[in-house]
């Protein structure tokens, strides 16, 4: 059983920064992409970035520049620096595993985190 676990969320002031986790825990032999979306109140859900498992990356125009996605291949942990948070930024924020090799040429996919939520006001 493969389970993804979303951490550091919580309120901010405006220009502050946070970062958030997301481990996966199971049976894994490896992931493949991992990417960090976002879904505010009233809005679909948003891709805010990605990266391979070979470390390319990927971002929404409106982070870029702002937020950084790395991720640990050895602790299958993937993280989210956010820095000059805006209170557009307010949502929550959810991790995805898009293939996860749970055994020798077996794989599973498309897995979310329960989501943590990120919320920038003064």
């Known amino acids: 059983q493969v389970q993804l676990v979303e951490s550091g969320g919580g309120l901010v002031q405006p220009g502050g920064s946070l970062r958030l986790s997301c481990a996966a825990s199971g049976s894994i032999f490896s992931i493949n992409a991992m990417a960090w979306y976002r879904q505010a109140p009233g809005k679909q859900r948003e891709l805010v970035a990605a990266?391979?498992?070979?470390?390319?990356?990927n971002y929404a125009d409106s982070v870029k520049g702002r937020f950084t996605i790395s991720r640990d291949n050895a602790k299958n942990t993937v993280y989210l620096q956010m820095n000059s948070l805006k209170p557009e930024d307010t949502a929550v924020y959810y991790c995805?595993?898009?293939?996860?090799?749970?055994?020798?040429?077996?794989?599973?996919?498309?897995?979310w985190g329960q989501g943590t939520q990120v919320t920038v006001s003064s």
């Open positions: 995805n595993a898009d293939r996860i090799m749970v055994a020798v040429g077996r794989y599973k996919y498309n897995y």
């Open positions: 990266i391979t498992s070979g470390g390319s990356t």
